[in-house]
């Protein structure tokens, strides 16, 4: 296993870090993730073994890496990478928990240790 490459990246005033790693000669891929706030964005994996032939060479394999890469870097600071989909609410908008019949999260967390210590004395 080679050695990953990771680079700290802004566009639009976002930053993003991306990061690239060879995951084996086990598992022959080069992958590169690109993070935003923790969270994964994008993301590029290619089979080194099909792009590079049966038993490529370690120069070959971080030639590869870096090409990678330096694309993936030029796509984030081109702007090509995709906005994240907004959050999903779970309460409808409109709507509280109380209208849902739930009862705020310390309830229900005290609702389990209790059925949790219950069920333990049986």
């Known amino acids: 296993m080679i050695l990953g490459l ?5 566009h639009d005033g976002v930053g993003y ?3 690239t790693e060879d995951l084996g ?4 891929y080069v992958l590169t993730l ?6 994964i964005v994008a ?12 038993r490529p060479a370690a120069a070959q394999v971080k030639a590869l890496m870096a090409q990678q890469h330096a694309r993936v870097i030029k796509q984030v600071t ?8 907004p959050a999903a609410s779970p309460v409808p908008p409109g709507s509280s928990l ?16 209790a059925e949790y210590l219950r069920r333990r004395r049986a």
Do not use: C
């Open 43 to 54: 993301r590029e994996k290619v089979n080194y073994q099909e792009a590079l032939g049966e």
């Open 25 to 28: 000669r086990a598992n022959p």
């Open 34 to 39: 690109v993070f935003r706030g923790g969270a």
């Open 6 to 10: 990771n680079t700290n990246v802004t």
């Open 17 to 19: 870090h991306v990061q």
């Open 98 to 113: 109380s209208q849902l019949g739930l009862p705020p999260a310390d309830q229900q967390l005290d609702a389990l240790i």
């Open 78 to 85: 081109a702007g090509e990478v995709p906005a994240p989909a």
